[in-house]
T-cell receptor, first 115, second 112 residues
């Protein structure tokens, strides 16, 4: 089945130690998104890629970076995690902008704990 | 700017009872509307979506939603709730460039 995969599902890192979260997709979608979701809150968009075109949300901290080496993979890098970065990180994909479905397909998420 | 409001943060219903979760949106053009469900520790699963046409939309797991333009609402309903429906429910509106704006979510608890 076509899907969005996130690894690892659970990640523990130390305060200030860089961490990378991974997302892959078999949907061949052009757009990939990263969301941060803190406990009992709605997902908050961090950034998205349209193909290789990177789009950062205005209020995304500089501590968060992303890479998309090819269509299938996208990585979220947190350069110096703080306690406030502990959250669920969701990856999603969608087909070309302008597609009237506007549907996003979500992965299962990676829960990040910062100690 | 688009926005979504889910007025109920928590709702508790008895198993077998009917359910309605409220969603109000603000969007300048014809909205694309979605309901997602999130079980604890999981990602978001799409329940249903509205783009155009029939204002009553059927989704998975026995859910339906009705788009009411005059009330700017897109309420989610289910005639008989099952214990497995306990989860967090998010309403979202889709805008330009496929960006989704989510409501704050409603946590559903189901009493036996």
């Amino acid at each position: 089945d076509a899907m969005v995969i996130q690894n690892p599902r659970y990640q523990v890192t130390q305060f200030g130690k860089p961490v990378t979260l991974s997302c892959s997709q078999t949907l061949n979608h052009n757009v990939m998104y990263w969301y941060q979701q803190k406990s009992s809150q709605a997902p908050k968009l961090l950034f998205h890629y349209y193909d290789k075109d990177f789009n950062n949300e205005a209020d995304t901290p500089d501590n968060f970076q992303s890479r998309r080496p090819n269509t299938s993979f996208c990585f979220l890098d947190i350069r110096s995690p703080g306690l406030g970065d502990a959250a669920m990180y969701l990856c999603a994909t969608s087909s070309l902008p302008g597609d009237v479905t506007y549907e996003q397909y979500f992965g299962p998420g990676t829960r990040l704990t910062v100690t | 700017a688009q926005s979504v409001t889910q007025p109920d943060i928590h709702i508790t219903v008895s198993e077998g009872a009917s359910l309605e979760l409220r969603c109000n949106y603000s969007y300048g053009a014809t909205p694309y509307l979605f309901w997602y469900v999130q079980s604890p520790g999981q990602g978001l699963q799409l329940l249903l979506k509205y783009f155009s046409g029939d204002t009553l939309v059927q989704g998975i797991k026995g859910f339906e939603a009705e788009f009411k333009r005059s009330q700017s609402s897109f309420n989610l309903r289910k005639p008989s709730v099952h214990w497995s429906d306990a989860a967090e429910y998010f309403c979202a509106v889709g805008g330009a460039g496929n960006m989704l704006t989510f409501g704050g979510g409603t946590r559903l608890m189901v009493k036996p």
